[in-house]
């Protein structure tokens, strides 16, 4: 936050791709926050080109860090008190309790199963109409890479199957939102 400080008062039209990439390096430490930081001021940018404010994105070359993914699983113990929390939780909220149980069991993003937050949910959340218990598939509407279909274990399949409602039709989301059209 302290290196955003040196552009908060510049006038948008100020700010150069050379100040950018020194706030930029300024974040070595941190390659993905950095990253992060040039995600958020490019956006604005691109937003202020849209309005006519600026001709070009400063942003816009600033060659991004490497980023070394990782990779971590939940220890036994985590395992164990994520489990209890999710017992604890079951009776106030199932819908979040029948998310995370999903995630655990077959891997899938969030955004997978409920859409993408920052979108009007809808085409891309999971519908019984997608799932397959009979063969042990999901079929993703927009995963990462475009639609998908995607095996899940057994375990994963009988949590669905005590899921779904009686009645509960193909057009209707797997995890319902807290409001009847969600």
């Known amino acids: 936050r302290s290196e955003l400080a040196s552009l908060r008062k510049k006038p ?4 150069r791709a050379g100040q950018v ?10 390659p993905a926050a950095a990253n992060r930081t040039l995600t958020a001021l490019s956006a604005a940018f691109s937003f202020a080109r849209a309005e006519g404010l600026i001709e070009a994105n400063p942003c816009e070359h600033v060659q991004r860090f490497e980023e070394k993914g990782r ?9 164990e008190r994520l489990g209890d929390e999710l017992h604890r939780t079951e009776a106030t ?12 069991l077959t891997g899938v993003r969030r955004s997978e199963v ?14 019984w109409g ?34 779904r409602s009686e009645g509960a039709e193909d057009d209707d989301y797997v995890i319902p939102g807290a409001k009847e059209d969600q």
């Open 93 to 104: 909220n199932p819908r979040i309790v029948l998310l995370v149980r999903l995630l655990a």
């Open 71 to 79: 990779r971590r699983a939940l220890t036994r113990d985590e395992l």
């Open 114 to 127: 409920v859409g993408h937050v920052h979108r009007v949910r809808g085409g891309d959340a999971l519908r």
């Open 12 to 15: 948008v039209k100020a700010v």
């Open 21 to 30: 990439r020194r706030l930029h390096r300024k974040m070595a430490d941190t």
């Open 130 to 163: 997608d799932v397959d218990l009979d063969r042990g598939l999901v079929t993703l509407r927009d995963s990462k890479t475009g639609p998908q279909v995607r095996v899940i274990g057994q375990a994963a399949a009988d949590l669905l199957q005590v899921a």
